[in-house]
């Protein structure tokens, strides 16, 4: 479990441009690479975790991976990014969850509203999410 508290942030990696589309990303695929190259859980996962071991760990800490997603290979898009990168803001900030997971505040109609108002640059962070991809 996580025991800092941070301050609101953009939650963006730091690369530039993207060449792949959106349906080239699988659940899978994106949970290897959130996890693993974000930067945002280096302090708390092994290098050698495994594609399930990431969505574990994403599970177990409140933001949720639909594991029928996972198992099909469905693609991620924006949508799934910004409630990801949502539900990471609201650990890193030291939330609490509602029974295992992060749920939507109710003074929010969508993930993408939410990650609008505390300045979640989630199209951002989509985008560099392929570069990454796209260079592993």
Not at 76 to 96: C, H, N, S
Not at 98 to 111: H, K, V
């Amino acid at each position: 479990m996580f025991s800092f508290r941070l301050k609101p942030v953009t939650f963006c990696f730091l690369f530039g441009i993207a060449s792949l589309s959106s349906s080239d990303v699988n659940y899978p695929k994106f949970i290897a690479c959130y996890v693993k190259y974000s930067g945002l859980f280096d302090r708390h996962i092994r290098p050698d975790y495994s594609v399930i071991e990431c969505a574990h760990f994403l599970n177990k800490n409140g933001i949720k991976v639909n594991l029928l997603d996972f198992h099909q290979n469905k693609p991620v898009d924006e949508r799934v990014m910004a409630r990801i990168t949502a539900q990471t803001f609201l650990l890193l900030t030291g939330e609490k969850k509602i029974g295992s997971m992060y749920a939507l505040p109710e003074d929010f109609a969508t993930w993408e509203q939410f990650c609008h108002i505390y300045g979640l640059d989630y199209k951002k962070s989509y985008k560099n999410l392929l570069i990454i991809y796209n260079n592993l």
